[in-house]
């Protein structure tokens, strides 16, 4: 069985051959790596080339510059293009890793079954993945617990939207087919969130879906990557918003009695929205202007009123938030004064090597 092995690259020279080779390396027989490589301005396109004369089962692609999502949809198009039959899809930063020998027998066996959605653990590592996350959360059941048994299976729907929660998006083999059925792509344009989304989207249209206690998936925490670098802001937030919501209004072509509506993208859209009042209010915006915001954006408070019940601690926001508006805005802007002064403390070296040992504490044993 083939899996698909998109790896979307700009400007990641630095990494891009420690990531292809985690892959290239891996006991199995049946891999295609697609690189994409989203017009990269440093030696990606030699280091790809060369890679790909090495070894037959690379395709390299190059793209003007679009962003990461554009990236994954060209790898999507192109494996669908080139589809024999069954096939998985799965996706790997240029940045990150697959563990050393992954696949073992329970792993084939369970590719095997041919699930929708086959999910595995993921680890975060430091930046030189010499040391690995002092603490691993395992997979979820549908009701929150631990997943305590080596391999289960679970319908898809939004029942068990969240039974992936823990897992990076990287660390899931999607159905090449299911993806080609539904259309589901990433989010063009989309930088942050659009991981989360198109692991929503496949969840829900998966009619079965895989989880597998075992990590596959060695989380890079690189400085420089788009999480570390973004401003929060207004329209940070607005547009992953806009997408969550997005996200439920597209599931409702495929909504039928044993799926149930999809109502976790606005759920969470609710929660962004308690977000960014607090950023706003910790940023001493005024008063005045943040309503004026919301005053042209009515509709995130129409859904933030609707939604914002179903998941508890938007709840607990609006408790307070409706208790007494002016003690909310009061707490929030001394939250803000205390977050200034530890982001100034964070920026500090002894702080960062302090957090660093206190985050990755054990030897990376999966490399």
């Known amino acids: 069985m083939k899996i698909n092995v998109v790896i979307p690259s700009y400007n990641c020279e630095k990494y891009l051959y420690d990531t292809v080779n985690s892959v290239i390396s891996q006991d199995y027989d049946d891999l295609r790596i697609i690189i994409v490589d989203d017009g990269s301005k440093d030696s990606t396109k030699e280091i790809s080339l060369k890679l790909k004369e090495q070894n037959d089962n690379i395709v390299y692609i190059y793209q003007d510059n679009a962003g990461v999502s554009c990236a994954r949809n060209t790898g999507i198009d192109?494996?669908?293009?080139?589809?024999?039959?069954?096939?998985?899809?799965?996706?790997?930063?240029?940045?990150d890793m697959w563990r050393k020998s992954f696949f073992n027998e329970s792993v084939k066996s369970a590719l095997?079954?041919?699930?929708?959605?086959?999910?595995f653990e993921m680890c975060r590592c430091s930046n030189d993945m010499k040391k690995a996350a002092s603490k691993n959360r395992l997979l979820k059941?549908?009701?929150?617990?631990p997943l305590e048994k080596e391999y289960s299976v679970v319908n898809g729907g939004a029942d068990n939207i969240r039974c992936l929660d823990e897992a990076h998006m990287g660390s899931i083999f999607y159905s090449v087919e299911?993806?080609?059925?539904?259309?589901?792509?990433?989010?063009?344009?989309?930088?942050?969130?659009?991981?989360?989304?198109?692991?929503?989207?496949?969840?829900?249209?998966?009619?079965?879906?895989?989880?597998?206690?075992r990590v596959l998936y060695l989380y890079r925490n690189v400085s420089s990557s788009a999480m570390h670098t973004a401003s929060f802001n207004t329209e940070y937030y607005k547009t992953i918003i806009d997408s969550y919501i997005k996200c439920d209004k597209q599931m409702l072509e495929i909504k039928n009695d044993s799926k149930k509506e999809l109502m976790w993208g606005r759920i969470l859209a609710a929660r962004y929205t308690a977000q960014i009042t607090d950023e706003m209010y910790k940023m001493f915006v005024p008063k005045a202007k943040v309503k004026a915001f919301f005053k042209e954006n009515q509709y995130l408070i129409e859904n933030l009123k609707q939604y914002g019940t179903l998941a508890p601690n938007t709840k607990a926001w609006l408790k307070v938030y409706e208790a007494s508006e002016e003690k909310y805005i009061l707490r929030q802007r001394i939250a803000g004064i205390k977050q200034f002064f530890r982001n100034k403390l964070k920026k500090m070296s002894y702080f960062r090597k302090m957090y660093h040992n206190n985050t990755y504490s054990n030897e990376n044993k999966y490399i």
């Open 78 to 95: 192109y494996v669908i293009k080139n589809r024999v039959g069954f096939e998985y899809i799965i996706f790997l930063d240029s940045d």
């Open 112 to 119: 095997e079954a041919k699930t929708d959605v086959l999910g």
């Open 141 to 145: 059941t549908p009701d929150g617990d």
């Open 178 to 213: 299911m993806i080609e059925k539904y259309g589901i792509r990433f989010f063009d344009g989309l930088k942050f969130s659009e991981d989360k989304i198109f692991k929503i989207q496949c969840l829900y249209a998966a009619e079965e879906i895989g989880l597998f206690t």
